[in-house]
Nanobody
Framework: QVQLVESGGGSVQAGGSLRLSCAASGYTSSSNYMGWFRQAPGKEREGVAA????????YYADSVKGRFTTSQDNAKNTVYLQMNSLKPEDTAMYYC????????????????????WGQGTQVTVSS
């Protein structure tokens, strides 16, 4: 049973930093996409970053490029999202997701590509 558990959310002032973690368990694939998504109240869920664990290739939304970095620790089966220079508009619930043996692919930042999701962690950035 695949499980994704996020942690690291919280409240920070604009310009601050947070690091989110996503611990994965219940599957053996060493080459799959892991994505980070966020959803603010009243808005659609959007992809912010993704990593292909086989090669370490990363992908970012334009809105976070240069500020957010996703990385992996294969030994811990954990992916991270380092968020720097946070802005109030980054406030949202953040989710990690895994694409495991999916049949359809819509790109690394498209939520339809992912079939497993964590419970989310709240990030609040105050001005």
């Amino acid at each position: 049973q695949v499980q994704l558990v996020e942690s690291g959310g919280g409240s920070v002032q604009a310009g601050g930093s947070l690091r989110l973690s996503c611990a994965a368990s219940g599957y053996t694939s060493s080459s799959n996409y892991m994505g980070w998504f966020r959803q603010a109240p009243g808005k659609e869920r959007e992809g912010v970053a993704a990593i292909y664990t086989g090669t370490g290739s990363t992908y970012y939304a334009d809105s976070v490029k240069g500020r957010f970095t996703t990385s992996q620790d294969n030994a811990k089966n954990t992916v991270y999202l380092q968020m720097n220079s946070l802005k109030p508009e980054d406030t949202a619930m953040y989710y990690c997701a895994a694409a495991i043996s999916t049949r359809s692919w819509f790109g690394p930042l498209n939520m339809r590509s992912y079939n497993y999701w964590g419970q989310g962690t709240q990030v609040t950035v105050s001005s």
